[in-house]
């Protein structure tokens, strides 16, 4: 999670509904409470969209392997950082600024000891972190809070190696998504600034990256939050009992908007790759 309107993003992620405790609680669920893996948890930490392959095309694209000194930026609990130096042997930094993602995410790692991910709590808009510290750097769905893009993108360029690569997945917008949805979708899940794909594609280049590369995944998201709507309306006894019948359909209504974005094609995911 991110930035650039720090307040609101914080709101948002402090009443995000994947969470350390709500881990913890899916794997005391399953019996695993107990001396849990990595392995464990990735069916329960990974708060992005399609899962561990989703993770695994990004390290492929960014060419990560053990050798690879990673940064996974605006990282949460740390699911992706996992996955890659569990199943690809990498040294992972997981950068977060929110304090009490980047404390659960600690946290989950001393449990299932991974000691090959280390915590940064800081702001990707200003790296602390020397020229060339690493090979590669990922995200996923997170700069839709950051306001300062192109400040995240030139961060980025600085502490990759040369020929090192950068690779992330994020919310785009279509020319018809209005104003007034903007502003929704802000008050909703603090999205700002959202890019299309070429915006992106300018973004990156006045960064300094070269070998840009952009694809369009809504038809494949679209797929997964219509599964994860009709998911939703099927628990609502679960989440009326968590949550409260108020907010429960406040969110229910929130979330048909969202999907009805996609489904008519105002919103959309993509996927981007680049060489330092």
């Not at 000194?69 to 990282?75: E, G, P, Q």
């Not at 996955?83 to 449990?111: D, I, P, Q, T």
């Not at 800081?122 to 950051?146: I, T």
Request: glycine share 10%.
């Amino acid at each position: 999670m991110l930035q650039g309107t720090p307040g609101r993003v914080r709101e948002y992620y402090d009443e995000h509904p994947i969470s350390e405790a709500h881990v913890l609680a899916a794997l005391a669920g399953q019996g695993q409470a107990d001396s849990p893996t990595a392995d464990d948890l990735f069916a329960f930490d990974q708060d992005h969209y399609g899962g561990l392959s989703a993770v695994d095309g990004l390290a492929r694209r960014a060419g990560i392997g053990a050798a690879s000194r990673v940064l996974d930026v605006c990282a949460g609990l740390g699911g992706p950082a996992r996955f890659l130096a569990s199943r690809r042997g990498s040294s992972v930094v997981a950068l977060e600024l929110h304090a009490g993602r980047a404390a659960g995410a600690a946290r989950l790692n001393r449990l299932v000891k991974q000691t090959r991910v280390t915590v940064v709590r800081a702001d990707a808009a200003a790296l602390p972190f020397a020229e060339g510290a690493f090979d590669a750097c990922l995200s996923q769905e997170a700069l839709l809070h950051v306001a300062d893009k192109p400040a995240v993108l030139g961060e980025c360029h600085r502490v990759l190696v040369s020929g090192g690569r950068l690779a992330f997945t994020d919310w785009i917008a279509f020319p018809s998504l209005a104003d007034r949805e903007r502003q929704r979708l802000w008050e909703w899940m603090a999205a700002t600034t959202l890019q299309t794909l070429e915006g992106y594609r300018r973004l990156l280049g006045r960064a300094g990256f070269t070998a840009i590369e952009t694809e369009d995944l809504s038809g494949e998201w679209r797929a997964i939050v219509r599964r994860r709507l009709e998911l939703h309306r099927a628990l609502r006894p679960q989440g009326e009992a968590r949550f409260g019948r108020r907010h429960y359909a406040e969110y229910d209504q929130l979330h048909a908007f969202f999907v009805r974005l996609i489904e008519t094609g105002k919103l959309g995911g993509g996927r981007f790759t680049a060489t330092r």
